[in-house]
């Protein structure tokens, strides 16, 4: 089978490509496809015509047309990536004028699950606006887990804040970044306050990154291309998908990460 040949089918015509996703759904009727795309019988035909003689979809004793298991992931891809390009799209300055090397590519490839993503953008007048609105969050959340490598003004007071509440914190921080809020707080403080409600880790990787998973939100700030911080994007949602890939996102960090004793 020629592979180019089926991506073609899949992605160089609309009609081809409706059909493809509409039939990720399940089986259609020639009726079915015709009422739900709006289009004659023989332009449906035709294409039905193309895709089955490459194997993508294939008919039952019924005649109803389905997608074999190259169709489905020729449709699962295509989804895939109108996801993808969706989110890219959506705020295309924003990715392009970042650093997204400390995304890893199985992660990036999940990007699509920000569909809903919002940026909260600073001004002028009011440079920290987003990241004060990551510390509003924070402070609303049960649960918050951390990456972050540089030390985030009053990081200490939320984290003391979210003690007092008796909520629990996860941070990986840089080595450095750890020592400071260790100074900062005391460690003597740290280790009272915070034995049962903080787990810190400390990273050997250079994040490039800063992302917040809570349990009603995630948040994410990026590097420009400069090599500094931009304090004035954060990206943020409350979509279920979009806190489970930043939450993805921490735990890859997490995973090369050693845990701090105070």
């Not at 040949?5 to 399940?26: F, H, T």
């Not at 954060?234 to 921490?250: D, K, P, V």
Request: hydrophobic share 40%; with cysteine.
């Amino acid at each position: 089978m020629d592979v180019d040949k089926v991506i073609r089918l899949a992605v160089c015509s609309d009609q081809r490509k409706e059909i493809l996703l509409l039939m990720n759904g399940g089986m259609k009727s020639l009726r079915e496809l015709r009422d739900e795309l709006k289009l004659s019988s023989p332009a449906i035909i035709h294409a039905l015509r193309e895709l089955e003689t490459n194997h993508v979809i294939r008919q039952d004793a019924k005649r109803n047309y389905m997608l074999t298991p190259i169709g489905r992931g020729a449709a699962r891809k295509v989804i895939d990536f109108q996801g993808t390009m969706a989110v890219l799209m959506k705020y295309e300055a924003f990715w392009l004028e970042h650093d997204l090397g400390g995304i890893p590519g199985h992660i990036f490839d999940k990007i699509g699950s920000l569909s809903d993503a919002a940026l909260i953008t600073g001004t002028p007048t009011d440079v920290f606006k987003a990241l004060r609105h990551f510390a509003e969050l924070f402070r609303d959340s049960k649960v918050v887990k951390l990456v972050s490598p540089f030390y985030i003004p009053n990081i200490g007071e939320l984290v003391l804040e979210q003690f007092t509440r008796q909520q629990h914190v996860a941070l990986v921080l840089t080595d450095e970044v750890s020592n400071h809020l260790i100074e900062e707080i005391g460690r003597a403080r740290l280790r009272e306050e915070g034995s049962k409600n903080l787990t810190l880790y400390v990273t050997r990787d250079n994040p490039k990154l800063v992302v917040v998973v809570a349990d009603p939100f995630m948040g994410l700030g990026l590097y420009s291309l400069d090599g500094t911080f931009d304090y004035s994007y954060t990206l943020t949602s409350q979509n279920r998908e979009a806190i489970a890939w930043g939450q993805e996102l921490f735990d890859y960090y997490l995973a090369s990460s050693e845990s701090v004793v105070l």
